[in-house]
């Protein structure tokens, strides 16, 4: 069993930056897929960035150059550095971890991006 807690949200303006986290436990963090997801009032849960078990990394087009997606093995923690945010950033952002096969989820954290 795979346990994921996300952190870092909050209420940022246009432009600013926030930071979030994905605490994992109850295995091997290091052999863990990895990826941020999020959902907009509306709208399907979509991939925002992912990283596999050798750091390498994968971006949706709408945050390339914006988004920085990394993993710490030695904390068993996920990042997402999110800059120049937008409002159309505004969602439910989601960690999600894939072991062998299965995937777990964290219960979301809140990004509003808001003047």
């Known amino acids: 069993q795979v346990q994921l807690v996300e952190s870092g949200g909050g209420l940022v303006q246009p432009g600013g930056s926030l930071r979030l986290s994905c605490a994992a436990s109850g295995s091997i963090f290091s052999i863990y897929i990895m990826g941020w997801y999020r959902q907009a009032p509306g709208k399907q849960r979509e991939l925002v960035a992912g990283?596999?078990?050798?750091?390498?990394?994968n971006y949706a087009d709408s945050v390339e150059g914006r988004f920085t997606i990394s993993r710490d093995n030695a904390k068993n923690t996920m990042y997402l550095q999110m800059n120049n945010l937008k409002p159309e950033g505004t969602a439910v952002y989601y960690c999600k971890a894939n072991y062998y096969g299965v995937d777990y989820w964290g219960q979301g954290t809140q990004v509003t991006v808001s003047s």
């Open positions: 990283i596999n078990t050798l750091g390498s990394t």
